[in-house]
């Protein structure tokens, strides 16, 4: 999906920004990525090359006027970065994840785009942030069927490392080789990675790349599927338990899922044992030995929900015939699920929304699986199979970026962002908690609301309308970017009430005096 960069215009902290013409190309596309991120939406394009997470940080610092103070105990990021990249800058895609993970925004690669070496590590980047005690900053990064996130080792091309032997000697370039390898191997501990994934790239050459395309490689990679309904990827309960044990044994064993494909010693076994607590379980034979790991099962009490399993690897039965669980997974659809233990919320498996991917089968490529979580996907971002035509807007606005279903433009240092999309666009957009900001009352007029108000961080000004039409809606956000602390003068409130007036979609319009 291609973006157009912005031209920033600025005056005080709206920066002028030119970008080299072999850097990526890096723009704002919107204020609401989708119903599981309603949050600003950037996307990266291009080589990762020296600049761009300077890039990055002008055009955040500009355009997220609420951070942290915007984000509850529920957890959530601050934005959202889509990426679509053939590599570059090694030390580059390391700056950007930090970058990332400081700023808590979160990564996705979406259907169709391809993230390759210094890219895919600026990808591992992806954070959230929850107020909740225990929690704080979290991984939230995201890759859709259909798309490519591949790594390799860092490597020199043959003129540079020979240019390395002239200069340093062979004792020397080797030298480098190794500490950009030691570098690496740190940097993707901290970023939570699975060790079969360092093992799977240092045997990469330089054509070569390790491509996430199964379950699997997303477990290895503490990479999820975007947030979707846990039904719309299982097609049977017991296969999708199995998948799940499979991946806890890896958790359990520190290996890789498809070693634990010959642990299973029976078929599917309805209660097949029983906990103190929780009752029936129902599951997988994997041994018999005392004071050891006994099955996999899931409990037939959360079987009953609609995605809210409890599965667990569960030892064998004690002196009071009960099996007491070992290493965890809970799925939960809109709480945090997470599989096995730890303290630190960066080292865990642990996701806002459910671990989906967790469910399917093993070494099978994501996309040829065909399931409905695809189409959930698509509904999750707002897709429509033909999206409305965006609002008519005030004729004055000169329009800085577009795509089918956004646009960005600006009068001056007053900002207007597009957003078309499905119905839930609007409701999710009307259900927006208010925290960070100060906010009048919504005013609703029949299939539309106005509301305005200020972000208490920074003083911003704003107003945000909807329209919304059978199954197509529309979400407008006017702000005022002067700078920290700096509301609206009364000259920018007159000019954003005339384009809120002005706007229409499809046939709504604000009723104004």
């Known amino acids: 999906m291609s973006r157009i960069a912005l031209a920033l215009a600025c005056a005080l902290y709206c920066l002028l920004l030119t970008v080299p013409a072999r850097a990526a190309t890096i723009s704002i596309v919107s204020m609401h990525y989708s119903s599981g991120h309603p949050v600003p939406h950037f996307h990266y394009e291009g080589s990762t090359l020296d600049g761009d997470v300077k890039t990055l940080r002008d055009m955040y610092e500009t355009f997220v006027p609420c ?39 979160a990564t996705v690669v979406e259907r169709g785009m391809r993230c390759y070496s210094a890219c895919a590590f600026g990808f591992l980047g992806g954070s959230g942030w929850s107020s909740q005690e225990g929690i704080g900053t979290y991984v939230d990064r995201m890759v859709e069927p259909g798309s490519v996130l ?5 490597y020199a091309d043959e003129d540079a490392f020979l240019s390395a032997i002239y200069q340093r000697g062979a004792m020397g370039a080797q030298g480098q080789t190794r500490d950009s390898l030691a570098l690496m191997v740190k940097e993707l501990v901290k970023w939570n990675v699975d060790p079969e994934v360092l093992f799977k790239m240092v045997g990469m050459g330089p054509d070569e790349t390790y491509d996430l395309r199964t379950a699997d490689d997303l477990y290895l990679a503490r990479v999820a599927l975007p947030p979707t309904p846990t039904s719309a990827w299982i097609t049977d309960l017991p296969s999708a338990v ?29 209660q ?28 037939d009490k959360s079987a009953a929900t609609d995605g809210e399993y409890e599965i667990a690897l569960y030892f064998t039965p004690g002196i009071d015939g009960t099996n007491a669980p070992g290493t965890s997974f809970f799925n939960r659809q809109n709480g945090w699920s997470s599989a096995g233990t ?20 093993l070494g099978v490529d994501l996309d040829s699986l065909d399931l409905p979580g695809e189409v959930a996907i698509d509904r999750n971002r707002y897709n429509l199979r033909l999206p409305p035509l965006l609002p008519a807007m005030d004729e004055q606005l000169g329009v800085d970026a577009t795509t089918p279903t956004s646009r960005v433009s600006h009068i001056g240092n007053v900002w207007v962002f597009e957003r078309v ?43 945000s309308l909807g329209f919304i039409e059978g199954d197509a809606s529309a979400v407008i956000d006017i702000i005022a970017l002067n700078g920290p602390g700096t509301a609206a003068t009364p000259e920018q409130l007159r000019t954003m009430n005339a384009i809120a007036c002005a706007a229409s979609f499809l046939t709504s319009s604000l009723t104004c005096s």
């Open 67 to 105: 951070r942290l103070d915007c984000i509850g105990p529920d957890g959530g990021a601050t934005a959202v970065l889509t990426l679509n990249g053939i590599g570059g800058s090694y030390y580059e895609g390391l700056l950007l994840a930090d970058f990332l993970r400081e700023n808590h925004i």
């Open 150 to 154: 591949g790594f390799h080792a860092p």
């Open 421 to 463: 999309g499905t119905a839930e666009l609007y409701n999710t957009a009307l259900a927006d908690a208010g925290l960070g900001r100060t906010m009048a009352p919504a005013i609703f007029n029949g299939g539309s609301f106005f509301r305005q108000g200020t972000y208490d961080s920074t003083g911003a000004s704003f107003m």
């Open 342 to 361: 730890g303290g630190n919320p960066l080292k865990r498996i642990l996701q806002k929304g459910a671990l989906n991917h967790y469910f399917l089968p």
């Open 242 to 270: 199995r998948n799940v044990c499979a991946r806890l044994l890896a958790v359990d064993e520190r290996a890789s899922p498809i070693e634990m494909i010959d642990r299973f010693l029976s078929g599917w076994t309805p």
């Open 272 to 299: 097949i044992g029983s906990t103190a607590l929780l009752g029936p379980i129902s599951g997988y034979t994997l041994g018999d030995r005392p004071l050891d790991i006994g099955n996999c099962a899931i409990t």
